[in-house]
């Protein structure tokens, strides 16, 4: 059972079957590549250069940055992936190519989500906080959010919130963290909550908007 796992709503229930509950985030990771393609797909081509309020970047940038990801050798990845939660620039990154246009944006993720989905080693968990945060910003773009599955929010949200910097640890510290539209919590103590794309936001630093208390009643209702 993955580590996040003991903090979700499906292994906090003893009467249920665990038996499919796994640590291979192949199949998320390649639903939430899907589900971006979608999204571009089903937009003009002016959404192409489209900016969240939050974020410098545009789609493409998003698009390209998270392709290019997906293209870095395993453990180059690794090694960007922990330079950054430590705080630290490492070597200079290398350049993201552009994607040329929307559709071949779309046609790209679809093709490495059947990558993922075919290759025989499972996916690790950057992999899939990388596609998630992707999607958060790419649907704040567009101006309608991109569904994510629960069990893949709830585990880049973990992950986020453990290796989070020191100032998003401080508005967490003692506190627990309750998705009001997945079904997840994550941690102990009095509960703060927001969809799920709001406290993906949040931990993964983009824009400045924390989560609120939780309202009496609220996490019953």
């Known amino acids: 059972m993955p580590d996040f796992a003991r903090y979700l709503p499906l292994s906090q229930r003893s009467n249920i079957d665990e038996r499919g509950v796994t640590s291979d985030r192949r199949e998320p990771t390649a639903t939430v590549l899907r589900a971006i393609a979608s999204a571009l797909r089903a937009v003009g081509d002016e959404a192409w250069s489209a900016r969240a309020d939050d974020d410098a970047g545009t789609v493409a940038d998003a698009i390209a940055e998270l392709i290019a990801g997906f293209d870095r050798a395993p453990a180059r990845r690794a090694l960007e992936s922990a330079q950054h939660a430590l705080g630290m620039s490492g070597r200079t990154p290398s350049p993201v190519a552009p994607v040329e246009g929307r559709a071949d944006a779309a046609a790209a993720l679809d093709t490495r989500a059947v990558a993922i989905t075919d290759r025989p ?3 690790r968990l950057v992999e899939l906080d990388d596609a998630v945060v992707a999607a958060v910003r790419v ?3 567009l101006g309608r959010p991109i569904a994510v ?3 893949a929010s709830g585990a880049v949200a ?3 919130a453990t ?3 020191t100032p998003i640890r401080a508005v967490i510290a ?4 309750h998705a009001t539209d997945a079904a997840w919590t994550i941690g102990h103590g009095p509960a703060l909550v927001g969809t799920a794309d709001e406290l993906i936001r949040f931990l993964a630093g983009i824009g400045r908007q924390a989560p609120r208390p939780a309202r009496r009643g609220e996490l019953n209702a």
């Open 139 to 141: 649907g704040d773009a």
């Open 174 to 177: 003692g506190h627990s963290l």
């Open 158 to 160: 973990l992950r986020r």
């Open 121 to 123: 080693q499972p996916t």
């Open 149 to 151: 599955p629960a069990l």
């Open 163 to 165: 290796a989070a910097p």
